[in-house]
């Protein structure tokens, strides 16, 4: 994804982020991986709303990003583990920065 972006979109560094992780599964699939590698149907459960399609296409992107690796074990049935790059742990602050601001914001209401 990011040999894609312009030299623009390089030369910010919050555009870049935003980039990266600006899609609600992105996120939540971070917040899950952060705790440890997970298997495709851990993941999907602990998303609720998110189709098997969706979320395909979304570990498929991150892992082009650089953010996950995917490993594919020969079992019947396939067994395919997630885990974050050490690029994907390094969004660990900004993933604790969205989550203290989000409560900071809910107890105003």
């Known amino acids: 994804m990011l ?3 312009s030299d623009a979109l390089l030369a910010c560094p919050v555009e870049t982020t935003l980039t990266l992780i600006s899609d609600k599964w992105t996120v939540l699939i971070l917040r899950d991986l952060l ?3 997970k298997r495709f149907g ?3 459960k602990s998303l609720g709303g ?3 399609k969706v979320l395909t296409s979304q570990l498929r992107q991150m892992e082009a990003s650089g953010l996950l690796t995917r490993k594919v ?3 019947v ?3 395919v583990e997630y885990t974050l790059t050490e690029l994907g742990y390094s969004l660990r602050p900004v993933l604790e920065a969205m ?3 989000g409560e900071a914001y ?3 209401f």
């Open 3 to 5: 040999h894609e972006m």
């Open 35 to 37: 705790t440890g590698t």
């Open 42 to 44: 851990e993941l999907k």
């Open 50 to 52: 998110v189709s098997q």
């Open 73 to 75: 074990y020969a079992e």
């Open 77 to 79: 049935p396939p067994r």
């Open 99 to 101: 989550r203290d601001w």
């Open 106 to 108: 809910k107890k105003r």
